[in-house]
Every structure is written in C-alpha cells, then in structure tokens.
C-alpha cells in the first residue's frame, strides 16, 4: 500500500511568487494534515480537513497561506505571494477518522530566496 | 489548549543501554491519544508507539515502552538495548478527540558506539 505522497520534494523560488504543494493521502483515510517545521517553531499543525472539509485551520499563519482539498485523494497547501520566512520542511499527514495513527509524507523543503 | 512539553533537548546513550525520554503534556480532554514519532535525519517522521488515555496499561512495542502516568500528564518514553539506528529526532505529540495533534519541540537522542 503506498503511504502518503508529496510533491514537491524539493523547491526553491523567488520571494513573491506562488508556491503550490500536493499531497495525495493513503487511500481510504479521512483525515489529511498539513504540517510547517521550522528549528525555531518546531512542527506546527497549519490546517486538517476531515472528510475534505476543513475542520481546524487556525494554525494557517497568514492570509497569504490556502489549502483546498477538492477530493478524497488530493489536497494542495498555496502560499502567494512567498517570503523568505515561509522558508520550512512542510509535512502533509493523512489518518482514518477518530484518533489513528496518522502517517506521514516524506515531506516538500521549501526555500524562498 | 493542548501542550506538549519536551524538557530535554538532547541525550545520548551508549549502544545496547537503555534510556528514558520524558514528555509532559496539558489537556482539558478526558479523551485523547499520545504518540512518539521518531524523525531520523532523513526527515520521515515515523510512528514509534501509541498509548489511549482511557487504557491504564502501557504500550509497547518491541524494545520501545512508555511509562503513562495520567494524574501528572506525563509519557515517558524507554528505549531498550538502543541500537544506533535509534538515532534520530524524537517528538511527544498529544491529539485530542478532534484529531489536532500537538507535537513538543522534540529530543535528540544520539546512540553512541
């Protein structure tokens, strides 16, 4: 069973323009999370979604940070315009619904130059 | 709210010791989940073990073990017979019953040879 797929691994752009990062969770979860890790803040929960709707997005640092779930599989975290301070590791992490376990994706190193 | 509390940055244990990871955690919660994630430096973050408030048993999983104490919110965790590929970041995390986890700002723990 495949886990949790991220993509970016890896981006590096410019201040001011858009990022966009994918997530598709494991197949049959409920539950998707979007995770910031920075070495001051540690891991930050930024928004969940429970069966696509969001749920808690209070963690969401700014305006300037989105994230849609359209479907099941697929979930998207958009930062426009950038900044370097959004510079993180950003996790997404999907679970079944009420308290399991939630797997991780390997995660997208984001740098804003 | 929810926090998790990490008091050691850093430990370090020789090979085949075993060593004691503490968490502290506040909740007004009577139902909620503890974990311990393990993040080696190639940054997964892996599910160690997980402990429900309601059970007064302590989890373990092979050579991994927790101590829960619920009246002083306290999840240590012990590694046994450590091996060095227990090297890694360890979090605390605390997810309450509407799936927000909190996570503490993480020990690093460094099995020696």
């Known amino acids: 069973d495949a886990g949790v797929i991220q993509s970016p691994r890896h981006e590096v752009t410019e201040m001011g323009q858009e990022v966009t990062l994918r997530c598709k969770p494991i197949?049959?979860?409920?539950?998707l999370f979007w995770y910031r890790q920075t070495m001051m803040r540690g891991l930050e929960l930024l928004i969940y979604?429970?069966?696509?709707?969001?749920?808690?997005d209070s963690g969401m640092p700014e305006d300037r940070f989105s994230a849609k779930m359209p479907n099941a599989s697929f979930s998207t975290l958009k930062i426009q315009p950038s900044e370097p301070r959004d510079s993180a590791v950003y996790f997404c992490?999907?679970?079944?619904?009420?308290?399991?376990?939630?797997?991780f994706g390997d995660g997208t190193r984001l740098s804003i130059l | 709210a929810q926090t998790v509390t990490q008091s050691q940055p850093e430990m370090s244990v020789q090979e085949a010791e075993t060593v004691t990871l503490s968490c502290t955690y506040d909740?007004?919660?009577?139902?909620?989940?503890l974990f311990w994630y393990k993040q080696p430096p190639s940054r997964q973050m892996i599910l160690v073990i997980r402990?429900?408030?309601?059970?007064?048993q302590n989890a373990t999983e092979n050579r991994f073990s927790v101590n829960f104490q619920k009246a002083a919110k306290s999840f240590s965790l012990k590694i046994s017979d450590s091996q060095l590929g227990d090297t890694a970041m360890y979090f605390c995390?605390?997810?309450?019953?509407?799936?927000?986890?909190?996570f503490g700002a993480g020990t690093r723990l460094t099995v020696k040879p």
């Open positions: 402990q429900e408030a309601y059970k007064q």
């Open positions: 909740t007004s919660e009577n139902n909620y989940y």
């Open positions: 992490a999907s679970s079944f619904f009420s308290n399991q376990p939630q797997h």
């Open positions: 995390a605390l997810e309450g019953p509407n799936n927000d986890m909190r």
């Open positions: 197949s049959g979860h409920n539950s």
């Open positions: 979604f429970n069966n696509n709707v969001p749920i808690d």
